[in-house]
């Protein structure tokens, strides 16, 4: 089992930065890949970001291509998020999740999941 928990979410104005992070406890060791997803009131959970834990690869949705980025830590078993030039949009809970098989934009392929952090940007 895999126990994630994030943390950083705040509330900010329009074109500032935060950074979330996610650590990730457990039997980590057949992890292969994170992501970051976003959920909106009354909306589907969105894809934002997912980075392969072995490689660093990495894969953004369009919406966040050039502001996020996405990174992991190995040593600290820390994934992040850093969320840069924010919008009014981007408002949401992110969560935290983690697979043993491949990186999906498709948040039904990912077993394990944390809480989820508050991410709030005013106009």
């Known amino acids: 089992q895999v126990q994630l928990v994030e943390s950083g979410g705040g509330l900010v104005q329009a074109g500032a930065s935060l950074r979330l992070s996610c650590t990730a406890s457990?039997?980590?060791?057949?992890?292969?890949?994170t992501a970051w997803f976003r959920q909106a009131p009354g909306k589907e959970r969105e894809f934002v970001a997912w980075v392969v834990w072995t490689d660093s690869h990495t894969y953004y949705a369009d919406s966040v291509k050039g502001r996020f980025t996405i990174s992991r830590d190995n040593a600290k078993n820390t994934v992040s998020l850093q969320m840069n030039s924010l919008k009014p949009e981007d408002t949401a809970v992110y969560y935290c999740a983690a697979t043993n098989g491949p990186a999906t934009r498709s948040y039904v392929n990912y077993p394990y999941w944390g809480q989820g952090t508050q991410v709030t940007v005013s106009s």
């Open positions: 457990g039997r980590t060791y057949n992890m292969y890949s």
